[in-house]
């Protein structure tokens, strides 16, 4: 829920940045409709048309004063219906030749970017209700046209007018559209990295980094794949920090958190360029190799995954070292299935740390 309305704030704050943009260009553009919708009334006469339109600029002027006090959706409302009361004004006086007759369109894909389908939809639905009764209306000659049709196109007036008109749709629609959807882009890429860093943080250990076991799970199933392809094999070694309890002891907590990403970090090293490591939970840690091509190899990369663990780390100016015991698991060898290694793995390690601090065991080969 709260995330949610994260996203409709930022969405909020998305379209005033647009409508404030947008404010002083449809003021510009008023402006100069306005002063050629005046003069064009030699051609038309003065009457109730033109003092709504004087309203309808005195009301733009005011949005673009206070645009910074007014809602996003107050200021998107007020665009619309100040476009849809020119237009009908002028479709009423012209017809279909009224230059106003383009905004009809233009606010009904607006909508689009602001409100809601049922809200668009009825919205076009009305448009669609007004022009089919204008056209009747004008068919059986409930309206008419004031000057002649030949009289308006001769008109410089009504063509500038037209132009302007035309002008609004072409700067406001695009340039809407555009910034809406640039800015939503923003918006969506913003989420996918906090998805991201989410999911993230939902399969890495918040400690050391390391991932946890649900994506060394994952990384198993696909190194068995690829293992299959390329006749490989696969280890699971399963390793215990050794006096471990001793640092919590000697030195707290603060030692121990330095100790166990003193261990991510050697461990992650050791299997950068081939390997997983993942951290099970308290000074458990598991790593998979799997570009060894005999025992004996993978022997030597035990060894030196134990002697990199067991190099020295500092705390307050003290250098500390602990060991690790290591239980080994083949794929095949002691199991076919992850939990399966992991428990041949599992009591390996704990022979290991029977044995001595340090210690490498093999599991014992899996019963038939």
């Not at 409709?8 to 947008?22: C, F, G, P, T």
């Not at 056209?135 to 008419?144: M, Q, V």
């Amino acid at each position: 829920m709260n995330q949610m309305k994260a996203i409709i704030d930022e969405e909020m704050k998305l379209i005033n940045q647009l409508m404030n943009s947008m404010v002083l260009v449809w003021m510009f553009l008023s402006t100069f409709a306005l002063i050629f919708t005046l003069l064009r009334t030699e051609l038309t006469g003065w009457g109730g048309k033109e003092n709504m339109l004087i309203l309808i600029y005195i009301a733009i002027m005011l949005v673009a004063v206070f645009r910074n006090r007014l809602s996003p959706y107050i200021k998107v409302f007020l665009f619309i219906a100040s476009q849809v009361l020119v237009a009908i004004l002028g479709v009423l006086e012209f017809g279909f030749m009224a230059p106003a007759i383009l905004f009809l369109p233009m606010t009904v894909m607006l909508l689009a970017c602001f409100y809601k389908q049922a809200v668009i939809l009825f919205f076009a639905g009305l448009v669609l209700v007004f022009i089919s009764w204008a056209a009747y209306a004008f068919h059986n000659g409930y309206l008419s046209l004031s000057p002649d049709a030949n009289v308006i196109f001769m008109n410089v007036e009504h063509w500038v007018v037209y132009i302007i008109c035309l002008a609004n749709l072409l700067l406001f629609l695009p340039i809407s559209i555009y910034k809406y959807r640039n800015n939503m882009n923003q918006l969506l890429f913003e989420v996918m990295e906090q998805k991201k860093e989410i999911e993230h943080l939902a399969n890495h250990d918040f400690l050391t980094g390391l991932p946890l076991i649900k994506l060394c799970m994952s990384q198993f199933d696909a190194f068995l794949a690829s293992d299959y392809q390329n006749n490989k094999h696969l280890a699971m070694l399963f390793l215990d920090i050794d006096k471990f309890k001793l640092v919590l002891d000697q030195y707290g907590h603060d030692a121990g958190d330095i100790c166990l990403i003193h261990v991510a970090n050697k461990l992650s090293k050791e299997v950068r360029s081939a390997g997983f490591a993942c951290r099970l939970g308290g000074d458990e840690f598991m790593v998979l190799l799997n570009t060894f091509k005999s025992k004996d190899e993978l022997i030597d990369k035990a060894e030196r995954i134990v002697s990199e663990v067991s190099s020295t780390f500092k705390f307050r100016g003290k250098h500390l070292s602990v060991g690790v015991s290591v239980g080994i698991a083949l794929f095949g060898e002691h199991g076919k299935k992850f939990h399966d290694l992991k428990r041949a793995a599992d009591r390996a390690m704990y022979q290991a740390k029977s044995s001595n601090n340090n210690s490498i065991c093999f599991a014992e080969p899996e019963a038939n």
